[in-house]
């Protein structure tokens, strides 16, 4: 116990004061955490007109996740506004995941051929590409979307026999995309040739014709970017909302569920994922703690599988899909567009 010599008030006042200052330090320390977790998950409820709550959109799940253990903390030492304000930012972060987990998913049992495909960010900057490449190939996937492709990447692929069916679109940043394919593709259109933002093509998969469109919108790197990945995923709405046939979406959307322009992917183009909560894709050393940027989307077909997939020297996980093609259109299969 503190001891104030020669002085009785002083020592009086130390004495009541003690436990005060003894448990101050660590209350002050869970106050100041849940306030500055409790702020982040405001800001990203303005995600459309803040870059930083864009940013904190993409973790608010992971927020959510430690303002409960902090709620917990709290509450076992009697703080109890805390807990209180720590739980209700935790579900004010959770809501929009929440949100996501309803909606419709795409089928995962159908009748009919199916295809494997692999979206893959192979990282522009990657220093060991030849493994990445080499882990292309183990996946066995008969459909690749790889994204951040280089010239390189196209002399060592191009006329790979397991890929017959190739499309290569460079950038000069770096960031251009191929389609390499078993199955016949056709009517390759650059739709955004910025990075290769948006490419379309008709792939042909037992007879029967699909829309088949790589996707690598702008990174959030600021609020103008933002913006202009939000305006590339409304574009690709109008495509998928346009053409009445069954479709894949692959590719590194910057873009999480849990983001406000998630939804319009999923009303407007009736685009469906996979049951099940999507693997995490970035960043790659964070492994299935990350958040998931990439993905493979359907309308109109069954998605079975949904898997992450190692690549070396990359930042990102890529995802390896098993797609159902149904003989025709079915009930559950996602909004069908009007021909008309």
């Not at 002050?28 to 864009?54: C, F, K, N, P, Q």
């Not at 042909?204 to 970017?225: D, N």
């Amino acid at each position: 116990m503190v001891q104030a010599h020669g002085n009785p008030t002083a020592s009086a006042i130390i004495q009541a004061m003690e436990p005060f200052l003894r448990t101050t330090p660590p209350d002050l320390a869970t106050a100041a955490a849940v306030v500055a977790l409790a702020t982040l998950v405001a800001a990203a409820w303005w995600a459309r007109r803040s870059w930083i709550g864009e940013l904190t959109s993409h973790w608010t799940r992971h927020i959510a996740w430690v303002l409960l253990a902090l709620a917990v903390f709290a509450t076992w030492r009697g703080d109890w506004c805390i807990a209180v304000l720590a739980c209700g930012f935790a579900a004010a972060g959770a809501i929009p995941w929440l949100r996501a987990a309803r909606e419709h998913k795409a089928p995962h049992t159908a009748d009919g051929p199916t295809f494997t495909l692999l979206s893959a960010n192979l990282l522009c900057f990657n220093q060991q590409r030849a493994a990445a490449l080499a882990t292309l190939a183990a996946s066995g996937a008969q459909v690749a979307v790889l994204i951040e492709v280089l010239p390189s990447d196209e002399i060592a692929l191009r006329g790979d026999p397991r890929w017959p069916h190739q499309s290569w679109h460079h950038d000069p940043d770096w960031n251009g995309s191929a389609i390499l394919s078993v199955h016949p593709l056709d009517q390759v259109v650059v739709v955004d040739p910025r990075h290769a933002a948006l490419v379309t093509t008709s792939l042909t998969i037992a007879g029967r014709s699909l829309l088949l469109i790589a996707v690598h919108p702008f990174a959030p790197e600021s609020l103008a970017h933002t913006r202009e990945r939000n305006a590339q995923c409304a574009r690709l709405t109008q495509l998928v909302a346009s053409d009445p046939r069954p479709v894949v979406v692959a590719g590194d959307f910057n873009l999480t569920v849990g983001n406000p322009a998630w939804r319009d992917l999923h009303r407007v183009g009736g685009l469906l994922r996979c049951h099940g909560a999507a693997p995490a894709t970035y960043p790659a050393w964070l492994g299935g703690l990350g958040i998931a940027i990439d993905h493979v989307l359907v309308r109109g077909l069954a998605l079975r599988s949904l898997a992450a997939v190692r690549l070396p020297g990359s930042d990102h996980r890529g995802v390896l899909a098993e797609i159902v093609v149904p003989p025709e259109w079915m009930q559950g299969f996602g909004v069908k567009p009007s021909r008309g």
